[in-house]
């Protein structure tokens, strides 16, 4: 039931700000413990993680992308956001937003977003 999606501009010109959104559908999960993490693809690269939002508060970035990176959320909207500032065409990737939200006290539930790409232009 439960769905991630992630949002934003496909496009964005270098030096300005990258800015997405991952909307979780099939519920509020603001009430729950969870981690919403960030990850981006690089054409012909890994897949990289890029940090964690977590339901205490606690926001857990990767110290390569620390400097540029930033999360929020909004509790109206179930959702979330990603924004990395000064990008480059190095930034141009799929980047994917993962939930990992409890359920019991000894379960815990991964939800995958497809991931949109989002491309930098010189």
């Known amino acids: 039931q439960v769905q991630v999606l992630e949002s934003g501009p496909g496009l964005v010109k270098a030096s300005e700000t990258l800015s997405l959104t991952c909307t979780v559908f099939g519920g509020s999960i603001m009430s729950s413990h969870y981690y919403l993490n960030w990850l981006r693809q690089p054409p012909g690269k890994g897949l990289l993680w890029m940090g964690l939002?977590?339901?205490?508060?606690?926001?857990d970035y990767n110290p390569a992308l620390e400097s540029r990176t930033s999360m929020s959320r909004d509790t109206a909207k179930n959702a979330f956001s990603l924004k990395v500032t000064s990008v480059t065409p190095e930034d141009t990737a799929t980047y994917y937003c993962?939930?990992?939200?409890?359920?019991?006290?000894?379960?815990?539930?991964?939800?995958w977003g497809k991931g949109t790409l989002v491309t930098v232009s010189p």
């Open positions: 993962w939930l990992r939200v409890q359920r019991t006290s000894t379960e815990w539930v991964d939800y």
């Open positions: 939002d977590a339901s205490d508060g606690d926001r």
